[in-house]
């Protein structure tokens, strides 16, 4: 059902501009913060549309990051279905392709399983939705960063946003203060970030893949998959 705003002009519905401000945090790992991104993404999965209205927009603009034409219409359509400020998104900068952010990750010689793995792997069968979970070691600057990535089918309750911010919540508790969580649909596009991740990702658990016995906490040892 559409909504209308100000003039009059349509607007998606809620649950489209949900799915909209999820395809635009999707594309923003290694663009903006992780801190930023990953409170973000809890707003989103707890329906704190007011807030992310100019919330996420404002974040574009302070940390001077360009989206594409097809992202600054996604963004719009987040900003103007919860009756935020066009001008916020008309004024975050433009660029013809979403940039090569240099992320790098540890291929099979990164840190091994550990505690966190074995929670993320008994998460993944109850959470609803999920058909695999990976993770990889983001190796870029500091120390390793972990990054998990979510495959799912679409039918998880409050979609992609509220699965993102489950498993957030999930790392958060076991001490992670800046979790990066990435949910895949099958509708999403991967970027360059989240190939370079599930190039050198590790499976923790997938649906398929029956009953399996996980290697030993800080065994560097696993399988290496593609996404898909």
Known sequence: METKTGAGSPTASSSEAERACHDVLLAMPGRLPDRLLWRLRDW????????????????????RVGITEDERARLRTVVLAWAGPARLVDAVLHVDAAPDTGVTFAGAGGPGWDDTDLVLRALAPVAGGVTAVRRAWRTTSGAPARVVLVAADGSTRGGEAALAGAVQRALRARGESDPCVEVLGPSAAPTAYHRAALASAEVLWRADA??????PVGDRTGELVGHG
């Open 210 to 215: 029956g009953r399996t016995t996980p290697p």
């Open 44 to 63: 989103l999965s707890s329906g704190a549309h007011v807030a992310l209205r100019t919330a996420l927009p404002r974040a574009l603009l302070r940390h």
